[in-house]
C-alpha cells in the first residue's frame, strides 16, 4: 500500500535515512491517509535523538525536548519529529516520570494508545503494523495497543479518545476496551478541564455525535459531564416528546448537523457580510443543542394526569449551562452566546412584523440567524406532529425576520437615525435623562419604521416630557 505524502514530509525522512537513521510517518496521519482522510497534521518518528535531528535541519524548536520531540521548521510550516522511545512510569494518569530513547520501531509503537494510530510508514518499507491496526481498520473497530488496562492507567485521556475516535471514525470500541473504560472512567479526575473540552468539541462536532450516549452508557459522563446523566434519566411524558431529556438533546446535535448544509461555510465568519458559519459558531450550536435543556431535571413537574412540564427550564439551563461552560474554562465569547440562545431557544416569536422587531431587539441582531438555526433543529428532535408545526412556524417567522432586514429597518440603537449628541443639541442633558429618551425613541421606531429619519425622529424628541 502506497500512501501520498506531501513533498516536506518526504524530504525530512529521506534526509533523516540518507544520514543512517531510520525515519517514519506515524500515527494519526497514517491512519487517515489509508481511510482516505486529509490527515491535520503529519508526524514523524525517528531513531535519530534529538541533537541528531537539529544538525541536519537548519531550523528547528525544542517544543518538547525533553521526551525527545523536535519541531523542523519548512518555510512557514511546522512538522513534529520524536525520537523512538519507551514511557518511564506513570503517576498522574497522564504523563511519564521520564523517558528512555530506544533504537526499536517497534518499541516506540508498542507505547501508543489504539492500534489504529500505532502503524508507521515510509516509501522503503511500506507500512509497518505489528498491532494489526489494519485488520482493526477494516472492522471498523477501536482497540488499545496491548492490555487496555494499563494503557488508560498511563494516560487517562486515552478514555475520552476512544470514545471521540468511534464518533468521527463511525468505528465500534472493542469489548476488552470498553471493559477497560468502565473500569477506569474514574481517573478522569486526574484530566485537566481544558483536555476534556477539546475532546467534547471533537466528539460534538463529529458526523456521530450520538456517540456522546456510548460515553454515558460507559460512565465518563458521569466524572466529566454529570448534568448530562441527570438529563439521561429524565423522561418527558408530554404529547410534544417522543424522547427522554438527553435523548432528545442529542437528537437536536444530530438535527443541527443536517442545517449545517443550508448555510455556507467559511474559514471566519466574522469576515463576511452576510450570514455564513464556520468552525467555532458550529461548535458553539453543537454545545447549545447538548445543552439547551440541561436544567429540565431540575424544573420537572407531572401533573395529576401524568403530564410533565418543564416551567422556565429555558432560563434556568442558561444558567445551568453558564457554570458548565466555566468549569470547561471556555472564552466568554462561546459562553455569552451559548447561554444566550439557550436563554431564548423555547422563547415564543411573533409572525407580526412590529412584535417581531421588538424580539429582535430584545434578543439581540447578531443572534437571530443562530437562533433560527437552534429553533430548527429543536423542533425537528420532538415528536412528528410538533416538529411539523413547530418548524413551519419557525420557517414563516424566518421568512419575515429577512424581510426586516432586507429592508434595513431600524433594530437597535446604532440604527437610529439620530444620537445622543443630536438630543443634546435641542436641550437634553446628558446622563440617564438622555439615555431614556434615546430608549423612548427606539421603541418608536420599532412600531414605525418609516419614522427612522432624522426630522421625523427631531420632532418626535420635542415632544417628550422628560
Known amino acids: ?40 497534521d503529519w508526524d514523524i518518528t525517528t531513531s535519530a535523538k534529538p541533537e541528531e535531528v537539529k544538525r541536519l535541519f537548519r531550523r528547528t524548536i525544542d517544543t518538547g525536548i525533553e521526551h525527545g520531540t523536535v519541531t523542523i521548521m519548512l518555510d512557514k510550516e ?50 509497518v503494523d505489528e498491532f494489526h491496526g489494519l485488520e482493526d481498520m477494516e472492522a471498523k473497530v477501536i482497540r488499545c495497543v496491548g492490555n487496555a488496562r494499563e494503557r488508560f492507567d498511563e494516560d487517562a485521556l486515552r478514555i475520552l479518545r476512544a470514545i471521540r475516535f468511534s464518533a468521527q471514525l463511525d468505528f465500534t470500541i472493542e469489548e476488552q476496551t470498553k471493559q477497560a473504560i468502565t473500569e477506569k ?4 479526575h486526574n484530566i485537566s478541564a481544558e483536555r476534556i473540552r477539546v475532546e467534547l468539541e471533537k466528539l460534538l462536532c463529529s458526523s456521530h455525535p450520538r456517540k456522546m450516549i456510548d460515553a454515558y452508557q460507559l460512565g465518563i459522563t458521569k466524572i466529566i459531564l454529570p448534568v448530562f446523566d441527570q438529563m439521561m434519566e429524565t423522561t418527558q411524558n408530554s404529547p410534544y416528546h417522543y424522547l427522554g ?12 448537523h443536517s442545517l449545517f448544509s443550508q448555510v455556507p461555510y467559511v474559514d471566519d465568519a466574522k469576515e463576511q457580510e452576510t450570514f455564513c458559519l464556520d468552525h467555532k459558531l458550529q461548535m458553539i450550536l ?23 412540564h418543564f416551567y422556565g427550564h429555558g432560563e434556568v439551563s442558561a444558567k445551568t449551562a453558564k457554570t458548565i461552560l466555566r468549569d470547561l474554562k471556555f472564552d466568554n465569547y462561546t459562553i455569552d452566546t451559548v447561554t444566550s440562545l439557550i436563554r431564548y431557544h423555547d422563547h415564543p416569536l411573533s409572525i407580526e412584523e412590529k412584535a417581531l422587531r421588538k424580539c429582535i431587539n430584545t434578543i439581540g441582531v447578531d443572534l437571530m440567524d443562530l437562533l433560527f438555526l437552534v429553533k430548527k433543529a429543536d423542533a425537528i428532535a420532538h415528536a412528528e406532529n410538533a416538529c411539523k408545526e413547530r418548524l413551519q412556524l419557525t420557517n414563516n417567522i424566518e421568512t419575515v ?30 446622563g440617564k435623562t438622555l439615555g431614556d429618551a434615546l430608549q423612548q425613541i427606539l421603541q418608536h421606531v420599532l412600531e414605525e419604521p418609516e419614522e427612522n429619519n432624522r426630522e421625523s425622529l427631531i420632532e418626535y424628541a420635542k415632544k417628550l416630557s422628560f
Request: charged share 30%.
Open 1 to 40: 500500500m502506497r500512501i501520498e505524502m506531501p513533498n516536506k514530509v518526504r524530504m525530512i525522512i529521506q534526509t533523516l535515512t540518507d544520514h543512517g537513521h531510520e525515519a517514519y510517518a506515524v500515527g494519526g496521519c497514517v491512519r487517515d491517509s489509508i481511510l482516505g482522510r486529509i490527515p491535520g
Open 78 to 127: 511546522g512538522f513534529e519529529v520524536t525520537t523512538y522511545r519507551i514511557d518511564g512510569e506513570y503517576e498522574d494518569n497522564r504523563h511519564p516520570k521520564n523517558v528512555a530513547f530506544t533504537s526499536d520501531l517497534v518499541e516506540d509503537l508498542k507505547r501508543r494508545d489504539f492500534t489504529i494510530n500505532a502503524m508507521a510508514y515510509n516509501e522503503q518499507e511500506g507500512i
Open 185 to 188: 472512567a474514574e481517573t478522569l
Open 245 to 256: 431529556v438527553g435523548e432528545h438533546c442529542i437528537a437536536a446535535v444530530e438535527a443541527m
Open 286 to 308: 453543537c454545545f447549545t443543542m447538548l445543552l439547551h435543556d440541561c436544567g429540565k431535571p431540575l424544573v420537572k413537574q407531572t401533573d395529576e394526569q401524568g403530564r410533565d
Open 401 to 430: 425576520y429577512k424581510k426586516i432586514r432586507a429592508a434595513k429597518q431600524c433594530l437597535r440603537m446604532k440604527d437610529l437615525a439620530i444620537s445622543g449628541k443630536d438630543l443634546i443639541e435641542i436641550g437634553f442633558s446628558q
